[in-house]
């Protein structure tokens, strides 16, 4: 089992910065990829940012040069970066990890990050 930990997210203004991690730890060989989703209440969970183990990344057109994701394979962590934050990239943050028992590989899901910017 590999449980998720988001933090980092909470209320801040347009134009503004904040910066969300994602640990995981359990049973984990490798982390093959590492993904950020984000979700507004009553729409579709949307991809934000992903990246491989091997460091390879993509971002949805809407973050591209505004977020930055990173992973930290020592420490089994993922950030992403969000600056010059928008309104609408207010939403429930989510980070899931594609990880590598040693035997197969499974996807799990963290509880989520509320982000909020005002206008």
């Known amino acids: 089992q590999v449980q998720l930990v988001e933090s980092g997210g909470g209320l801040v203004q347009a134009g503004g910065s904040l910066r969300l991690s994602c640990a995981a730890s359990?049973?984990?060989?490798?982390?093959?990829?590492m993904t950020w989703y984000r979700q507004v209440p009553g729409q579709q969970r949307e991809l934000v940012a992903r990246?491989?183990?091997?460091?390879?990344?993509n971002y949805a057109d809407s973050v591209k040069s505004r977020f930055t994701i990173s992973m930290d394979k020592a420490k089994n962590t993922a950030y992403l970066q969000m600056n010059n934050l928008k309104p609408e990239d207010s939403a429930v943050y989510y980070c899931c990890a594609d990880v590598f028992d040693g035997i197969k590989n499974w996807y799990y899901w963290g509880k989520g990050a509320p982000v909020t910017v005002s206008s």
């Open positions: 359990g049973t984990i060989s490798s982390i093959l990829a």
């Open positions: 990246i491989t183990g091997g460091g390879n990344t």
